[in-house]
């Protein structure tokens, strides 16, 4: 297979949802049916049932719920497909918002009991600001749901895109009989009878066998069906292609991902409609996925996916080209030539050293530290340096020590590679010990992710006291010594790593306060020269 044909199957999206959506069980199914696996997870259940595999962490399988995102590469159906599983929880939602930018179009798995939530609000901001195709999967049809007209209105009016149902449910609950295909103009019914374990096969009846379809349905979810298909073929959205590549016609699919309902049908329309690897902006240059040359940039770092390799993996989008294991590049921030060295093709913590990738993969490097969130790694000789991704201001403080003072180097080792990852920020007080640090995070769980990967990845236990801070600015002139500022009670003055000052607040009256006090005092909400760098 030649190079772009190569490029043209590969198929790179992102699922996102609100908590408890079904994403991750989704996920699940989607390896099924590409043979990834042999039997689905779950991600709740009895502790002899098999974890999700997207859920590698162990607090993730403890507590059932997606802490970081998750890599998934495997084929199906001629495509090689690429996914990123993300976290659901608002506290990780900018793991989420990171991992959207190496996305070329996204899943959104919607609850039909509950319709849309917060989070998935948010998810979906972040999906239009970057003008990415979004195909819509309303989940939990097996159980009671809201009328499928009023989810789809809430979809038109919250998101202000139009919506095409690729397929119709035929009732909900224990009533649930399966779906309707607007493309095939067939009924695909389902039975439950294996609950998720198996792939199920549908079977194909014409919307207008009547005796059939009273023999599958009943009568009465029939005549419910036919008149639903009937308002829907005179009022609905038409189809626009061009429409959904650039997010303003979301096609939406109903089923049950737990139970199978419309899982595969939903994987075979999807992968048509959606695009191959899509261009790329690096600074006014637009990077195209056919370019001969490579190029890549890192929006992850994670330490300990592996236990026993105990390393630090940098995870890349390629945007351009084919990588070759056996080639140098240039880290542009870094200004050098780097070897990626054991380059990985990812199954969440499982890995394949792989000789090659192409645009659209996500491939794994080894990060001997050298890595940052949103660097650029390419051709040596190209001045490509592609958009940063954006660093969110903490919103929660805490001071975090550690208990045990002959495991200095550990809770070091372990602060600085968390933070590195992107999931929190550490500060420093000036003229202070190592020994302990200001942690900033933009949601609380994350304090207690990091309580539990310093004590279990790293074997050193933390002292937390939580702080009443939940403002932060940097001080926009270096040259300023802190000391001569007038600093209120509810303000301290802290470092980052890289030695930028800043300034953390009680209040946003605390900051109109400081600024009122000291007048020709800038502040930013982020530091502007290292915005590609973190």
Not at 166 to 184: A, E, H, K, T
Not at 318 to 332: A, E, L, P, Q, T
Request: hydrophobic share 35%.
């Amino acid at each position: 297979m030649d190079f772009s044909e190569q490029i043209k199957r590969r198929r790179t999206f992102a699922i996102i949802s609100h908590p408890d959506a079904g994403k991750t069980t989704l996920t699940e199914k989607f390896l099924l049916y590409g043979g990834a696996i042999a039997s689905a997870g779950s991600v709740k259940g009895k502790q002899s049932d098999k974890h999700a595999v997207s859920d590698w962490m162990d607090l993730e399988k403890q507590r059932g719920i997606s802490i970081t995102s998750s890599v998934l590469q495997f084929e199906y159906d001629g495509y090689c497909i690429n996914i990123l599983d993300t976290p659901g929880h608002q506290d990780f939602s900018e793991d989420t918002y990171r991992t959207l930018m190496a996305a070329d179009s996204a899943v959104m798995v919607i609850d039909a009991a509950k319709g849309i939530e917060p989070q998935t609000r948010k998810l979906f901001k972040v999906c239009a600001m970057r003008d990415i195709p979004i195909f819509t999967f309303i989940n939990k049809m097996d159980r009671e749901a809201r009328d499928p007209f009023d989810l789809l209105d809430e979809l038109e009016h919250e998101f202000g895109i139009g919506t095409y149902p690729m397929n119709w449910p035929i009732g909900c609950g224990q009533n649930f009989r399966g779906v309707y295909d607007r493309d095939s103009h067939k009924i695909i019914s389902f039975g439950d009878s294996h609950r998720g374990r198996e792939r199920i096969s549908g079977i194909d009846c014409d919307i207008h066998d009547t005796e059939k379809l009273d023999s599958l349905i009943g009568e009465r979810l029939r005549t419910e069906l036919c008149e639903q298909v009937e308002l829907l073929d005179g009022a609905s959205f038409d189809f626009d292609l061009e429409a959904v590549r650039h997010g303003k016609l979301s096609p939406v699919f109903f089923g049950s991902a737990l139970n199978n309902f419309g899982v595969e049908s939903f994987l075979v329309q999807f992968l048509k409609m959606t695009t191959s690897p899509l261009p790329r902006k690096a600074g006014s240059a637009v990077v195209a996925p056919f370019d001969d040359k490579f190029s890549a940039f890192v929006f992850k770092n994670q330490a300990n996916t592996n236990k026993q390799h105990r390393d630090r993996i940098a995870f890349m989008r390629i945007c351009s080209g084919r990588f070759d294991r056996n080639k140098d590049y240039y880290h542009v921030q870094g200004d050098k030539t780097a070897r990626l060295s054991q380059p990985q093709q990812m199954m969440a913590s499982e890995r394949e050293v792989i000789d090659e990738a192409f645009a659209g993969d996500i491939i794994g490097v080894f990060d001997p530290g050298i890595f940052s969130i949103g660097d650029t790694v390419c051709e040596k000789g190209s001045k490509l340096k592609f958009e940063g991704i954006p660093v969110f201001a903490p919103e929660h403080f805490a001071m975090v020590e550690q208990v045990d003072s002959m495991k200095r180097k550990q809770f070091a080792k372990g602060m600085n590679q968390i933070a590195q990852e992107g999931a929190i920020q550490i500060f420093f007080e000036p003229n202070s010990g190592l020994e302990r640090v200001i942690v900033g995070v933009v949601g609380v769980l994350q304090f207690e992710v990091l309580e539990y990967r310093i004590k279990n990845e790293y074997g050193c236990d933390l002292r937390r006291t939580d702080l009443a801070y939940q403002q932060i600015r940097w001080i926009k002139d270096k040259t300023l010594d802190p000391k001569t500022l007038k600093l209120s009670h509810d303000t301290k003055w802290v470092q980052d790593f890289r030695g930028n000052n800043l300034l953390i607040f009680t209040s946003e009256w605390a900051i109109r306060w400081v600024l009122e006090d000291n007048p020709g005092l800038e502040l930013l909400e982020f530091n502007k020269d290292d915005k590609n760098d973190q």
